[in-house]
């Protein structure tokens, strides 16, 4: 099972990822294709990074409060949410693996140089940029558990 700590820890999953790309053994358990796992977790960093225009109603947002002390407690994210047809948070229509591998390293890399995940969440309201890392390492060590290789 993925544990994501830091950066580092997801850069050397990426990398095995990338190997397993790169030798034709990489697969996917879910209904994304790995391009598009990436994508849309580059994302996530980046509405912490950058902020988000999304608004969402009052009632994902009382669910947020109630649920983010929960979540950010949690050792391992639950699958099985559904985001709505057309949200800016899914996977951008046709990425390729090239591509998502890309975002996501640029974001990292964006981390690493020091910049700082401030903005907050639509859906968890404001958090630290120590809550953000929790959160989105959390989110891409579950989106990732369904990349599979040999």
Same mark, same amino acid.
């Given at each position: 099972m993925l544990s994501?700590?830091?950066?580092?820890?997801?850069?050397?999953?990426?990398?095995r990822v990338q190997a397993a790309e790169d030798a034709h053994?990489?697969?996917?358990?879910?209904?994304?294709?790995?391009?598009?796992?990436?994508?849309?977790?580059a994302k996530l960093f980046e509405v912490g990074l950058d902020g988000s225009s999304e608004s969402l109603g009052f009632l994902p947002r009382l669910m947020g409060f109630l649920f983010k002390p929960m979540i950010l407690r949690s050792k391992a994210m639950p699958s099985g949410y559904t985001l709505p047809k057309g949200s800016p948070f899914l996977p951008t229509p046709g990425? &390729?693996?090239?591509?998502? =591998?890309?975002r996501m390293r640029r974001v990292l890399a964006r981390l690493d140089a020091g910049e700082k995940?401030?903005?907050?969440?639509?859906?968890?309201?404001?958090? &630290?940029?120590?809550?953000? =890392?929790?959160?989105?390492l959390l989110h891409s060590q579950m989106h990732m558990g369904f990349i599979a290789y040999a």
């Open positions: 994501f700590h830091c950066t580092g820890c997801m850069k050397s999953e990426l990398d053994t990489l697969a996917t358990t879910g209904n994304w294709s790995a391009g598009e796992i990436l994508d849309h977790s990425v &390729t693996f090239d591509q998502g =591998m890309q995940m401030t903005k907050p969440s639509p859906f968890l309201g404001s958090m &630290t940029h120590e809550k953000w =890392m929790r959160l989105n």
